[in-house]
C-alpha cells in the first residue's frame, strides 16, 4: 500500500472487504499473526468471575424485588443485564471504541488519523457526521466483529478497515459518531444509543469548548462511574501556545475531578487525560499507546459491564439500604415479648386472672361457707328474680364475671407499635410492605382471637382429681345412652315435668354457660350430656370435707336450740351448760371454718388465676403469631434475602461479606 492510496481523500468502502495480513508484506504477517495471544480456553480471570457473580445476583435480586417495587425502577438494571447477556455472547477479542464530543472538535480527524486514513468525511460543514462510522483492526483467525457490529446497528457501508497495521490496536473497532450537541434529533439519539453499547469512549474536547456545562453534565458527569473505560483528549492543541496547553489540561483536570471523575494518575485506576492535534499528529502516537492498552487487555468490556452494575447499584441503593449501612435488627426477641404483651392486655389477660381467682374465692366460700351464708345468698337471688332482673344478670351475680373481650382499639395500637418496630431502619419500600403485611394479617386477628376466647378451655388431667371424675363420667354417659335404647315405660308425664322444673331451680349456679358479649363471636355449641368436661373446674377434696364440717357444726347449733326450747318449755334436761356449749360452738365455728376455708383457698385460686391468665397469654399469642407475627417474619426475611443480593451485586469483588459501598450523589 502506496503513501498516495492512503492519502487519495475518502475512501469507497473497498478496504473494508480487503484482507489485513494478505496486504502485509512478507513476514509482516506472520508478526502480525502472532502479536497478540489468543485467550486461554477454560481459563476464567478473577474479575469476569466476580462480574457473573454480581451479574447474577442483580439478576435474582431483580426477582426478588418485582412483587415490592415498581417495574419502571427496576428498568434500567434489566436493561443491563441484557446488554451484559448480549455482550458475553459476542467475542471478547474485539473491543469497540468510541470517539464523542461536540460539534467542531475535531473528532473525525482524529479518528482519520487513528485510522492512518480519511476514512470519515470532514469539514466546516455543520453537522458533519450524519451517521457513526467504524474501523477495524482485525484480530487474527476466528470470530470477527461483525457480530459486534451488527449489535450496534453500524450499517456495511459505514464500516472500514484500517491502513495502517499495528499489532498493539488488533481488536479494535473505532467508533467515529456524531455530534452530541447536533440540532438534529436523531444525531443525538444514536450518540446516546451507542455510547451505551461501547466497551469504551474517548472524548474529544477543543480549548474553546472543553468546559462546556451541558458536556460535562450531561456526559461526563453520568460517565463518571466508567473512568477506567475512558480518554479524556484535548484536541487542537496546535492552537494554543506552549504554556497554555498545560494550563489548559490542569484546568480540565480540575473540572472533571469536580465533576468526581477519577483521573489515573500516580498509578491509581481512572481517565487519562492528554493533548493531541489530529492535523499535526501532536499526542496521536501517546493516544495509540493508551488505546492499545485498553485494548490489548481484553477487559475492557468486563470493566464497562462493570461501570454500569455499580451505576445500577448507586441508584438502586436507596431503595435496598437504609440510612444506616448496617442491616435493620428486624423482629428481636425485645419486639416479639412486646407485641406479645400487648396482645395480652388486648384480651385482658390479666385482668381476666384476677377474675378467675376471685371465682375461685366464690365458690370455695359456697363450697365451705356457712348454711346461713348459703340461705342468704339464696334469698336474694329469689328477690333479684321477683324484682325481674334478666337470667343473664342473675347468672353472672352468682357466676362471677363474663369471659373477656377483644379491645380493638388495643389490638390497633399493638400491631402499628410492631409494625414501627420491626421496620425500624428499613428503606421506605420495605418498610411500607412490612406496614402491609402486618395490618393484612391484623384484618382477622381480632376474629381469631374472639373465637378462641369464647371457646371453652380444655381439661387438663392436672387440674381435678380426674381418675375418678372420668370414670364416674364415662359410667354416667354410658348409662344415659342404655337408657336411650331401653324401651320407655308409660308413666305420669307431669310428676317428670314437674322433677325437672325443680331440677332447674335447684341446680348450681357456677356451670351455668354465659353467653359471650356483644359484639364477639358464639362459642361453639356445648355437646349433649351431663355436662361438657371443659365446663367441670377442679374441686378440691378438703372442700368436701369443710362442708361436712359446716353440717356437723350446723346441726350442733341445731341440737342446742333444741335443747334450750325443751329446757324452757319445762322438760327435764341433763347438764344445763352442755346446750348452751353446743350452740357457742356452732355458731362460732361455722363462720371460723368458713374464715379458715378462704385463707386456705387463697394459694389455689391465685395459682388458678395465674393458670387461666397464662391461657389467654397463650391463646393471644398464638393468634398474633399465626397473623402477624409470621407474615412480618417472612417480610424481613425477603428483605434480608434481597439486601445480601444486593450487597453482593454491589461488592467489586461480588462477595457479600464485603462493606456495602457508601452513597454518593447519583449521575444525571
Known amino acids: 500500500m502506496t503513501a498516495e492510496a492512503q492519502g487519495n481523500g475518502w475512501d469507497d468502502g473497498l478496504i473494508a472487504r480487503r484482507a489485513l495480513i494478505d496486504d502485509a508484506p512478507p513476514g509482516r504477517s506472520t508478526e502480525l499473526a502472532t502479536a497478540v495471544p489468543a485467550p486461554a480456553h477454560g481459563a476464567e480471570a478473577p474479575e469476569d468471575r466476580a462480574l457473573q457473580t454480581r451479574l447474577g445476583a442483580l439478576r435474582e435480586l431483580i426477582g426478588l424485588s418485582r412483587a415490592r417495587l415498581d417495574a419502571g425502577v427496576l428498568a434500567e438494571a434489566g436493561k443491563v443485564l441484557d446488554e451484559a447477556a448480549a455482550r458475553d455472547r459476542l467475542p471478547k477479542t474485539y473491543t469497540t471504541v468510541a470517539i464523542a464530543g461536540a460539534t467542531g472538535s475535531g473528532k473525525s480527524t482524529l479518528f482519520n488519523a487513528m485510522a492512518g486514513a480519511n476514512l470519515s468525511e470532514t469539514g466546516v460543514r455543520r453537522p458533519t457526521t450524519a451517521n457513526a462510522v467504524a474501523c477495524s483492526w482485525p484480530a487474527g483467525k476466528g470470530r470477527g466483529g461483525d457480530g459486534l457490529l451488527e449489535r450496534l446497528a453500524i450499517p456495511v457501508r459505514a464500516r472500514r478497515r484500517a491502513h495502517v497495521p499495528d499489532p498493539a490496536l488488533r481488536g479494535l473497532i473505532l467508533l467515529d459518531l456524531p455530534d452530541h ?35 460535562h453534565e450531561r456526559y461526563l458527569r453520568a460517565f463518571a462511574g466508567h473512568a477506567e473505560v475512558s480518554i479524556v483528549v484535548l484536541n487542537q492543541a496546535d492552537r494554543l501556545p506552549g504554556d497554555a496547553v498545560d494550563a489548559v489540561l490542569d484546568d480540565l483536570r480540575r473540572l ?19 493533548a493531541v492535534s489530529a492535523l499535526t499528529g501532536q499526542g496521536v502516537p501517546e493516544l495509540r499507546q493508551l488505546v492499545g492498552e485498553l485494548v490489548g487487555g481484553r477487559s475492557a468490556a468486563a470493566k464497562r459491564i462493570a461501570a454500569d452494575v455499580d451505576g445500577v447499584a448507586r441508584r438502586l441503593r436507596p431503595l435496598y439500604v437504609g440510612e444506616e449501612a448496617e442491616s435493620p435488627a428486624g423482629l428481636t426477641q425485645r419486639i416479639r415479648e412486646d407485641f406479645e404483651e400487648r396482645l395480652a392486655l388486648a384480651v385482658g389477660a390479666q385482668a381476666a386472672g384476677q377474675a378467675a381467682e376471685r371465682g375461685w374465692l366464690r365458690r370455695a366460700d359456697r363450697a365451705c361457707g356457712t348454711p346461713w351464708a348459703q340461705l342468704a345468698r339464696r334469698m336474694a337471688f329469689r328477690q333479684a328474680q321477683r324484682r325481674g332482673e334478666p337470667p343473664a344478670l342473675l347468672a353472672r351475680r352468682l357466676a362471677g364475671d363474663p369471659p373477656p373481650a377483644v379491645s380493638r382499639p388495643a389490638l390497633e395500637q399493638a400491631v402499628r407499635e410492631l409494625a414501627e418496630d420491626a421496620s425500624h431502619g428499613l428503606p421506605l419500600p420495605w418498610s411500607t410492605a412490612v406496614h402491609d403485611a402486618a395490618w393484612r394479617g391484623a384484618q382477622g386477628l381480632p376474629r381469631a382471637l374472639e373465637t378462641a376466647l369464647a371457646r371453652p378451655p380444655a381439661r387438663e388431667d392436672g387440674d381435678m382429681s380426674t381418675s375418678r371424675q372420668k370414670k364416674k363420667g364415662t359410667a354416667e354417659s354410658k348409662e344415659r345412652t342404655e337408657e336411650k335404647a331401653r324401651p320407655q315405660k308409660p308413666g305420669p308425664p307431669a310428676a317428670a315435668g314437674h322433677g325437672r322444673r325443680w331440677f332447674a331451680r335447684h341446680r348450681q349456679p357456677e356451670l351455668t354457660v354465659l353467653k359471650p358479649p356483644p359484639g364477639t363471636l358464639p362459642a361453639p355449641p356445648v355437646p349433649a350430656g351431663p355436662a361438657h368436661p371443659a365446663l367441670q373446674l377442679p374441686r378440691p377434696g378438703w372442700w368436701s370435707v369443710a362442708a361436712f364440717g359446716q353440717a356437723m357444726l350446723l346441726a350442733a347449733q341445731l341440737l342446742g336450740v333444741s335443747w334450750l326450747l325443751a329446757a324452757l318449755i319445762g322438760f327435764p334436761v341433763a347438764g344445763r351448760w352442755l346446750p348452751f356449749a ?17 385463707l386456705a383457698a387463697r394459694g389455689p385460686a391465685h395459682s388458678w388465676g395465674r393458670k387461666e391468665e397464662w391461657r389467654l397469654r397463650r391463646l393471644a399469642a ?45 449521575e444525571s
Do not use: M, N
Open 582 to 598: 353446743l350452740l357457742l360452738g356452732g355458731s362460732v365455728g361455722g363462720p371460723l371454718l368458713a374464715w379458715t376455708c378462704r
Open 256 to 274: 472533571l475531578d469536580e465533576r468526581g471523575i477519577a483521573l489515573s494518575e500516580h498509578g491509581e485506576p481512572g481517565a487519562s487525560v492528554l
Open 622 to 666: 398464638e393468634a398474633g403469631q399465626s397473623h402477624v407475627l409470621e407474615p412480618v417474619a417472612a417480610e424481613l426475611l425477603r428483605y434480608r434475602e434481597v439486601r445480601e443480593q444486593y450487597a453482593i451485586a454491589a461488592s467489586p469483588t461480588g462477595s457479600a461479606d464485603d462493606p456495602i459501598p457508601p452513597a454518593v450523589l447519583s
Open 181 to 215: 450537541d447536533s440540532i438534529a434529533p436523531d444525531h443525538r439519539e444514536q450518540v446516546d444509543r451507542l455510547l451505551g453499547l461501547v466497551d469504551a469512549v474517548i472524548w474529544v474536547v477543543d480549548p474553546e469548548k472543553y468546559a462546556d456545562a451541558v458536556f
